[in-house]
């Protein structure tokens, strides 16, 4: 039975490691993106829609305005903010009285007295709606976050590729030099002149 003869490249040292070592890097570092592109998607299609109702917000409703608590606790992709009362100890105010911006800020639209004072404290309520997470969110982005962590170990395979090249490439150097007979190995023949 023959078998047959492999192509060994020659002076190559050790180059075919290093490409599967960058062409490795580039699988992992596709399908690393492609599993958090789609967990993040859906991580969005898994939130629960969820309405809020605020009663009696205090503020202070004046020329500069009045921010809403909804923009500080910022609830994910709060949205759809509908003014259902405002009002003081002595006034229901109508929807033409206060003018409320996208932002969930609140403005005095009319010269109504006491607007301008500070004693105006009203009380606000109003609802809205936001994206709530859930056990089905959470798990998807745990998961994303850990897979995207991958990318950290990138360096450290290529370094402990280079350290491979590197040894290979001492092996060559290594055996070159015994193999032109520069240096005598141990046990080997030794003519020490002739007669």
Known sequence: MRFSNFKQDQGVAGLSILLSLVVMLFIIGLIVMIFSLMGASLSDATYDDTAVTVSNESGFINSTG???????????NWNTV???????????LVAGNYTLLANGTIYNATA???WMTPEAEYNISYTYQYDASNTA????NDTTSAIAGVTDWFSIF???GAMVVLILLTVIIITAIRGSGMIQSEGGNQNIGSA
Request: zero cysteines; glycine letters at 4%.
């Open 66 to 76: 009045y921010t809403l608590d909804l923009v500080a606790s910022d609830p994910l």
């Open 82 to 92: 509908a003014i259902t009362e405002v009002r003081n100890e002595s006034n229901i």
């Open 112 to 114: 109504i007295v006491g």
């Open 137 to 140: 969110t959470d798990t998807i």
């Open 158 to 160: 290529v370094v402990i």
